[in-house]
Each structure stands twice: as C-alpha cells, then as structure tokens.
C-alpha cells in the first residue's frame, strides 16, 4: 500500500482512520473528536491535508470543522446531509483528489444508515462509516432495509482484496451474531478467535478485507442457504428472497446482546 493507515481511538468503539505519505501529508476520515487527531499530527509531524467525513453525525464529524479550520484544509463530505461544516459536498460517482497527498477517491452514495451516507473508495482502500462493520452493519435508522441491502450489495461487489475501514470496533459481538446465524461456518470461529485474541492485546480488529467479510458476514451472505434458513427459523416462515433474509437478520442483530 502506498499509503499508510492507522486507527485512532475515540469515544468508546469509534475509529479516525488517519491515512499519510511518506512526506508527512495526511487526510482523516471521520474525526467525530479533533484531540485524537491533533495528537497524532503532532507526534508525527503531520500536515493535514483534507478531512473526510461518510455522514453527519456527530461522533463521525464533530471535530471536523476545528481541525479543517485549524489547519486550513477542507472538509469533503455528502451532498445530500444538511452539514455547515462540509466545505465541498459529494454525491455518488465523485471523484476527489486530496490536495498534496495525491490520493484520490471515488465517492460512493450508500444511504440506510442515513439518507445522504456516502463511502471513499480507491487506492484499494473503502473508508464506510457506519455501513459496513466487519461481521455486521449499521442500522438503517434513516433508510428502509432495502436501502441498506443495495448500499451493503454495492459495497460488496468491490474487489475482494480491497481494505475495509470502518467507523467502530464491534467485530467481537458481530462475530456472536453471525455464529448464531450459521453455526457451521468454520470462516467465523476461526476469525472470531483471532479477534479476541486482538482484543486482549488491545489491537483493533480493524481493517478488514472484503475478501474476509464475504465470508463471515451474514449480512453479505443473505443469498446463502445457510442464512436463508436461519432467517426462516427465527421469523417463523419461508424467505422469498435476499432481501427478506437481510430484513430479518438485521432486526434480529436489533435484540441480540
């Protein structure tokens, strides 16, 4: 990779994903606190050249504007969220330069989670917010689970060795879930084990790989039999199709604890 990738900490499960150069250029993705950040700036001797943010809650751009103005550097988010901070607003098929940096983005529009979600895709790597969690995904608290389904489908069907960067550390309970969902799957208790194993060093889970998610997350496998007939079983009826099953397992992930 010819850029570097490093997870800040913030809040109690969020992740700032900082991305630098070998020059000390760096962007940041979804700093809903600004002190993480300006630490790491400043321990590396970093100069921020853009902020980045998926969508519009606050624990994802809180700190956006301070760092953008402190720093004079812009912030790039979506179009279709009322935000003041967002300086140059994005909508699906974008493409956005990060200026001395030199990487550059596709912007992708995936509502469900909220109606104006986008994603930053390139250089192998996918920046998605609340969408898609490793073994999981966001809640469609603005969408429809259709919505969702077609934003998590497009997500998916990016090369399986692109990084996934997402916006929390929930892998560890997500992987709960979709061992009750596909008890067999031998892909989930081996990653699971790895995670924890992650987590009692205190590492991230995170990023991850499409590669990987394809096959240990039941929100992207709703296709399968396997998901299929769990999806039947906890609502008491026959799936008609893949997005039935989505619907069911994700109100399903809704009272699993």
């Not at 917010?129 to 490793?134: I, V």
């Not at 769990?230 to 619907?247: K, N, W, Y």
């Amino acid at each position: 990779m010819e850029f570097q990738l490093t997870a800040l900490p913030a809040f109690t499960d969020n992740y700032i994903w900082l991305l630098t150069d070998a020059s000390g250029n760096a962007a940041v993705v979804d700093p809903g606190d600004a002190a993480p950040v300006a630490q790491a700036l400043a321990a590396r001797h970093l100069k921020l050249r853009a902020v980045l943010v998926t969508h519009h809650h606050a624990d994802h751009m809180g700190g956006a504007a301070a760092l953008a103005g402190h720093h004079g550097c812009e912030v790039y988010g979506p179009s279709r969220e009322a935000a003041e901070a967002v300086d140059v607003p994005l909508a699906d098929g974008a493409e956005v330069e990060v200026p001395g940096l030199g990487a550059r983005f596709r912007v992708l529009d995936i509502p469900g989670h909220t109606a104006g979600h986008i994603a930053f895709h390139g250089h192998g790597i996918l920046f998605c917010g609340d969408t898609l969690f490793s073994a999981g995904c966001g809640h469609p608290f603005e969408g429809t689970p259709a919505q969702m389904y077609g934003s998590l489908a497009k997500l998916a069907a990016l090369p399986a060795p692109t990084v996934v960067c997402c916006g929390h550390e929930y892998t560890v309970k997500n992987l709960r879930f979709a061992a009750l969902v596909e008890p067999d799957n031998t892909a989930v208790h081996r990653y699971a084990a790895e995670c924890a194993t992650r987590r009692a060093r205190g590492e991230p889970t995170l990023p991850s790989t499409l590669a990987l998610e394809r096959e240990v997350n039941p929100f992207l496998r709703c296709e399968r039999p396997t998901v299929m007939r769990s999806a039947s079983h906890h609502a008491g009826r026959p799936m008609q199709d893949a997005l039935e099953t989505f619907a069911v397992i994700r109100g399903w992930k809704d009272g699993f604890s």
